[in-house]
């Protein structure tokens, strides 16, 4: 009968080692495992979206669980939230202390009715930009998108047509 092999942790600095919720990672680790360039986590360290703790020799280290709050300031933004609506989410997450599934739900939740609103704007843009490039004309003088005498200024700033 085969026994299982004893499981043996690497050394710390060795890449290849299982990472665990507490373990202190240093800025250059977080970058790398995030994608994220060393001075964009200064900047949003700066803001207060993550927290480090400095080293006897004033180094920077992160929680591993700030690849989660990096990982969610990258889809954030990808889903066109500001830095700034990031930041008032974050600021329900505990700081020090690896964030639960009720804190990431509550998260979610909030950020829904943004995800839905931009789901709207996307669709209603798409609907648009099919009728100007699917009706044929390819002129702005039938386009009905087209926007004679800046009528559409009176409306507001921007892309009127598309936005409204």
Known sequence: MATAAPMVRAPAGDPRRPMHKNDIITIGQLA????VAVSALCFYESRGL?????SGGNQRRFLRSDIRRVSFILIA????LSLGEIEELMLHLPHGSTPSMFDWRQISQRMRSHIDERIMLLTRTRAKLDDC?????LSLE???LAN????????GAGPRAVLD
């Open 32 to 35: 790398a495992r995030t994608g």
């Open 50 to 54: 993550l927290q480090s703790v400095r």
């Open 77 to 80: 933004q990808r889903l066109g």
């Open 133 to 137: 490039i699917g009706c044929g004309c």
């Open 142 to 144: 039938k386009c009905r």
């Open 148 to 155: 004679k005498e800046d009528r559409l200024g009176l409306r």
